[in-house]
């Protein structure tokens, strides 16, 4: 007998897109209306009875902490940008009411790879997610550069989930189960097949010599595209990533344990080298992503030295900046358009003082500098790493973040110390303005008070 | 010995159908060949016991896909030169990456003899029977979750091909149930012999 009850979250997404898809073609606003409030009332029922859910699985109360926590974070997150997507894609032309049930597909895959239990789910799961990924990619039709990023992210993204297929059915041919509980005594088929799964989801999040596809897509695709690709998908395919390596044990399979290892150097490494040369803000912000995907690899492998919550507060420090930073970006255009190179936003400050200043905020949280909430993200990673005796790693991470430095503070000097060469359009979005400051004010002020997060975090894990 | 033999035909001319896809000049030959090697495919299920998904992947893939592989092909206006021109380039890459996969089965099968625990499963008499208890209650969830993956593919087919164009003259059924006859329908008393001026 299926447990239904487990899988209520998912059909309450599903019910929403079905009831968007009748309703979108009526009134194309009512659909944003509609979901926000649906997304509100899913926080609402995960935050009071989402303990409820999970009873009856096997999973352990750790488990069920990760996967709770993770939906209701993915939920508000799905709130935020449900809201932010209608101003940008009407500035564009390309509002469409599909572009809002590519979003509650994604999110729907996403809670479906959080949740699963097999790989057989899991797979679903994320193509799921990862297809409506490639069409918000090639949203804007009329646009090549658009076309060319979906192409290029279906192509390589296609590839990638045949790995995962390849590598889930050597799995299968050992042990005659998707189940991720039966793989105790591993032969190498299924060590071959594990390392083929794990490149998928390397491929998935970004992670260093996977990363080929992400500075074109991010170039290409719209910028409310961009902006999801960095936060939320990246946010659930990271905590299956985590909750893979953590009920399979990845650390004590050698092979498995040196890739992880790998990948997490040549992420932190490639990250800041990609992006020193970059002129345009989409590619320069898809190197610090993978800069920070290396950053999260090593929170994954040394989470036992504290506990979960190191994941979760760098990961949500991640995405409040992310939101930040390209809420800012949504919000600064010219009569040509978005901004696109990084000479655009040259003098900022005297066109506006409140992006300026936000901006300031956001990249200095990136670089790790301390007031601001990043700096402490980094050090908690830092800090459970050396105890976990990864030294190289810990010293490759800190020079990479040196070097990141350098990017990040000549956008700050462009901005404060340039003069303004093209003129800006005071577009002026409210809940956007709303977003990026509120994150600016969330992460300065983390420095003075920090208890509910860290709380937080201690109550769960 | 009899399916042995019969093993190794099929399998030795699937390699020989899947070279010439990749090595025939002519397009619409590679699709015709690409048709013979799934239904070579097919024989292999069929001959591991496995009819249903080997028939499936008759029905499916040689009368669905590559029958709309060949008509796309037919129609697409395909610069044949242009095609074959870069493939030397790639040839030292090719063989690097066949060289790893092939290494890695020769480790495999050799060195490393694993017996599988998948046997038992392949061996039941009626594989379609199989299938079907397990369809619907087992794996349902992952069911409805793939019908949910074409919903999205179907929605997103529609999203990337359909261009809005304004020129075009559509049925608006909001509009239409909306008028009233008065508005489209002018009703003229004539009078015999005179007709009617149509520009009043």
Same mark, same amino acid.
């Given at each position: 007998?299926?447990?239904? !009850?487990?899988?209520?979250?998912?059909?309450?997404?599903?019910?929403?897109?079905?009831?968007?898809?009748?309703?979108?073609?009526?009134?194309?606003?009512?659909?944003? #209306?509609?979901?926000?409030?649906?997304?509100?009332?899913?926080?609402?029922?995960?935050?009071?009875?989402?303990?409820?859910?999970?009873?009856?699985?096997? !999973? /352990?109360?750790?488990?069920?902490?990760?996967?709770?926590?993770?939906?209701?974070?993915?939920?508000?997150?799905?709130?935020?940008?449900?809201?932010?997507?209608?101003?940008?894609?009407?500035?564009?032309?390309?509002?469409?009411?599909?572009?809002?049930?590519?979003?509650?597909?994604?999110?729907?895959?996403?809670?479906?790879?959080?949740?699963?239990?097999?790989?057989?789910?899991?797979?679903?799961?994320?193509?799921?997610?990862?297809?409506?990924? &490639?069409?918000?990619?090639?949203?804007?039709?009329?646009?090549?550069?658009?076309?060319?990023?979906?192409?290029?992210?279906? /192509?390589?993204?296609?590839?990638?989930?045949?790995?995962?297929?390849?590598?889930?059915?050597?799995?299968?041919?050992?042990?005659?189960?998707?189940?991720?509980?039966?793989?105790?005594?591993?032969?190498?088929?299924?060590?071959?097949?594990?390392?083929?799964?794990?490149?998928?989801?390397?491929?998935?999040?970004?992670?260093?010599?996977?990363?080929?596809?992400?500075?074109?897509?991010?170039?290409?695709?719209?910028?409310?595209? #961009?902006?999801?690709?960095? #936060?939320?998908?990246?946010?659930?395919?990271?905590?299956?990533?985590?909750?893979? &390596?953590?009920?399979?044990?990845?650390?004590?399979?050698?092979?498995?344990?040196?890739?992880?290892?790998?990948?997490?150097?040549?992420?932190?490494?490639?990250?800041?080298?990609?992006?020193?040369?970059?002129?345009?803000?989409?590619?320069?912000?898809?190197?610090?992503?993978?800069?920070?995907?290396?950053?999260?690899?090593?929170?994954?492998?040394?989470?036992?030295?504290?506990?979960?919550?190191?994941?979760?507060?760098?990961?949500?420090? !991640?995405?409040?900046?992310?939101?930040?930073?390209?809420?800012?970006?949504?919000?600064?255009?010219?009569?040509?358009?978005?901004?696109?190179?990084?000479?655009?936003?040259?003098?900022?400050?005297?066109?506006?003082?409140?992006?300026?200043?936000?901006?300031?905020?956001?990249?200095?949280?990136?670089?790790?500098?301390?007031?601001?909430?990043?700096?402490?993200?980094?050090?908690?990673?830092?800090?459970?790493?050396?105890?976990?005796?990864?030294?190289?790693?810990?010293?490759?991470?800190?020079?990479?973040?040196?070097?990141?430095?350098? !990017?990040?503070?000549?956008?700050?000097?462009?901005?404060?110390?340039?003069?303004?060469?093209?003129?800006?359009?005071?577009?002026?979005?409210?809940?956007?303005?709303?977003?990026?400051?509120?994150?600016?004010?969330?992460?300065?002020?983390?420095?003075?008070?920090?208890?509910?997060?860290?709380?937080?975090?201690?109550?769960?894990? | 010995?009899?399916?042995?033999?019969?093993?190794?035909?099929?399998?030795?001319?699937?390699?020989?159908?899947?070279?010439?896809?990749?090595? +025939?000049?002519?397009?619409?030959?590679?699709?015709?060949?690409?048709?013979?090697?799934?239904?070579?495919?097919?024989?292999?299920?069929?001959?591991?016991?496995?009819?249903?998904?080997?028939?499936?992947? @008759?029905?499916?893939?040689?009368?669905?896909? @590559?029958?709309?592989?060949?008509?796309?092909?037919?129609?697409?206006?395909?610069?044949?030169?242009?095609?074959?021109?870069?493939?030397?380039?790639?040839?030292?890459? @090719?063989?690097?990456?066949?060289?790893?996969?092939?290494?890695?089965?020769?480790?495999?099968?050799?060195?490393?003899?694993?017996?599988?625990?998948?046997?038992?499963?392949?061996?039941?008499?009626?594989?379609?029977?199989?299938?079907?208890?397990?369809?619907?209650?087992?794996?349902?969830?992952?069911?409805?979750?793939?019908?949910?993956?074409?919903?999205?593919?179907?929605?997103? @087919?529609?999203?990337?091909?359909?261009?809005?164009?304004? +020129?075009?003259?559509?049925?608006?059924?909001?509009?239409?149930?909306?008028?009233?006859?008065?508005?489209?329908?002018?009703?003229?008393?004539?009078? +015999?012999?005179?007709?009617?001026?149509?520009?009043?």
């Amino acid at each position: 007998m299926i447990d239904f !009850y487990s899988f209520a979250p998912e059909i309450f997404i599903l019910a929403l897109i079905l009831i968007s898809i009748t309703f979108g073609i009526l009134n194309k606003g009512a659909t944003i #209306t509609i979901n926000a409030t649906g997304f509100s009332l899913l926080t609402i029922f995960l935050i009071f009875k989402g303990h409820s859910l999970y009873q009856n699985t096997l !999973y /352990s109360l750790n488990t069920i902490n990760l996967i709770l926590l993770s939906k209701i974070i993915l939920s508000i997150g799905s709130i935020i940008f449900i809201l932010l997507s209608g101003r940008p894609l009407k500035n564009e032309n390309l509002f469409r009411y599909e572009y809002i049930l590519f979003i509650l597909f994604a999110i729907l895959g996403s809670f479906v790879l959080i949740s699963s239990d097999n790989f057989l789910t899991a797979f679903i799961g994320l193509e799921l997610q990862s297809l409506s990924l &490639y069409l918000m990619a090639a949203f804007n039709t009329k646009n090549l550069n658009s076309n060319e990023a979906g192409i290029k992210y279906f /192509s390589l993204g296609a590839l990638s989930s045949g790995f995962l297929l390849f590598g889930i059915s050597m799995i299968y041919f050992d042990t005659a189960s998707f189940t991720f509980q039966n793989l105790d005594n591993f032969s190498t088929i299924s060590e071959v097949g594990l390392a083929l799964v794990l490149i998928a989801l390397f491929f998935k999040v970004s992670a260093a010599p996977f990363h080929i596809w992400t500075p074109d897509v991010y170039e290409g695709s719209p910028t409310i595209s #961009t902006l999801f690709f960095a #936060t939320l998908p990246k946010f659930a395919s990271l905590i299956f990533l985590f909750r893979i &390596y953590h009920e399979l044990n990845i650390s004590k399979i050698d092979s498995l344990y040196y890739i992880f290892q790998i990948v997490c150097a040549i992420s932190l490494l490639v990250g800041v080298y990609g992006a020193i040369t970059q002129k345009i803000i989409k590619r320069l912000l898809a190197f610090s992503s993978i800069n920070h995907i290396g950053f999260m690899l090593l929170a994954i492998m040394s989470y036992q030295y504290m506990s979960e919550g190191t994941i979760f507060f760098y990961l949500i420090i !991640y995405l409040i900046t992310t939101f930040g930073v390209f809420s800012v970006i949504l919000n600064l255009r010219t009569s040509e358009g978005e901004i696109t190179l990084l000479t655009g936003l040259n003098g900022l400050k005297a066109s506006s003082r409140s992006k300026a200043i936000s901006m300031l905020v956001f990249l200095f949280s990136l670089a790790g500098i301390p007031p601001f909430a990043g700096f402490f993200a980094k050090f908690f990673i830092l800090s459970a790493s050396i105890n976990d005796g990864f030294y190289i790693l810990s010293v490759i991470a800190v020079i990479s973040s040196v070097i990141a430095a350098f !990017y990040y503070l000549s956008v700050i000097k462009n901005m404060f110390f340039n003069e303004l060469e093209t003129e800006l359009l005071l577009d002026n979005n409210k809940l956007s303005s709303f977003i990026f400051i509120s994150s600016a004010i969330i992460i300065t002020l983390f420095f003075f008070y920090p208890d509910p997060l860290i709380n937080l975090f201690d109550s769960l894990f | 010995m009899f399916l042995l033999g019969t093993f190794y035909f099929f399998a030795s001319f699937l390699i020989v159908t899947c070279i010439s896809v990749i090595f +025939s000049k002519n397009p619409v030959n590679s699709v015709l060949f690409l048709v013979l090697a799934f239904l070579n495919s097919t024989f292999l299920f069929i001959l591991i016991g496995a009819e249903f998904v080997g028939i499936i992947l @008759a029905i499916v893939y040689i009368g669905a896909v @590559a029958i709309l592989f060949l008509f796309v092909v037919m129609m697409l206006d395909i610069q044949i030169t242009s095609l074959m021109f870069n493939i030397k380039r790639y040839v030292p890459l @090719a063989l690097l990456f066949a060289g790893v996969i092939l290494a890695e089965i020769i480790y495999l099968t050799v060195f490393k003899s694993s017996k599988s625990n998948i046997s038992e499963i392949v061996k039941s008499s009626n594989n379609t029977e199989e299938i079907g208890n397990v369809l619907y209650t087992k794996y349902f969830i992952d069911f409805q979750l793939s019908g949910i993956v074409l919903l999205l593919a179907m929605i997103g @087919a529609i999203v990337l091909t359909h261009v809005y164009r304004p +020129s075009i003259k559509r049925q608006n059924i909001d509009k239409q149930n909306t008028t009233y006859s008065k508005d489209r329908i002018k009703l003229v008393e004539t009078k +015999s012999g005179e007709g009617i001026n149509y520009n009043e």
